[in-house]
């Protein structure tokens, strides 16, 4: 079940990531372009970069979370004896999952607090509280692939494919 979902996450996620890598970088030419060819600017496109990249790194913590890229103590993994690894993984998704459910109760009550106030950005005119809802989702799918890692360590799923926390 979980490496189901997984799978159409890692899709939908990567298909995300790119699109607002590719939407970043041609927006980016776009406005150097604009700048010292033309002698002009578009005056929303630095904002609009900014809540792009913001908006994906949000999106790629689930997805390293999946692939075992974020910051470990690899010194302390390398050290602990081969019987203790499926254990090291468990406490370090249980502190992942206490993290993100942080993450999720503080960038939720962020998110409503700016919903009710209706702040606009300044140059888009785009309510803020619609990049900081990508606070609260990836904190959930960071919750759903740490879950998976507790999955996998009590199936005894083989320690090369669990992924490296």
């Known amino acids: 079940m979980f490496e189901k ?3 159409y996450l890692d899709i939908i996620e990567g298909f995300l990531i790119a699109s607002i890598l590719a939407t970043a970088s041609i927006l980016t030419i776009t406005q150097v372009f604009f700048r010292y060819v033309l002698n002009d ?3 929303w496109a630095e904002e609009a ?3 792009l990249i913001i908006s994906m790194s949000f999106l790629c913590t689930s997805l390293g979370i999946r692939k075992g890229s974020h910051i470990t103590v ?3 993994k390398s050290c602990i004896p081969k ?3 499926p254990t090291f993984n468990l406490v370090a998704a249980i502190l992942g999952i206490i993290f993100a459910a942080s993450l999720l109760y503080f960038g939720g009550s962020l998110f409503l607090n700016t919903l009710a106030r209706g702040q606009l950005s300044p ?4 309510p ?3 990049i900081y809802a990508f606070i609260p ?3 959930l799918l960071q919750i759903f692939r740490y879950s998976g890692i507790i999955y996998s360590v009590f199936k005894k799923v083989p320690e090369q494919n669990q992924p490296q926390n």
């Open 5 to 7: 979902i997984n799978t």
């Open 41 to 43: 600017s578009i005056f």
């Open 49 to 51: 970069i900014l809540y």
């Open 74 to 76: 690899d010194v302390l």
């Open 83 to 85: 019987g203790l690894k």
């Open 123 to 126: 140059a888009l005119r785009i």
């Open 128 to 130: 803020i509280a619609a």
């Open 137 to 139: 989702i990836t904190a």
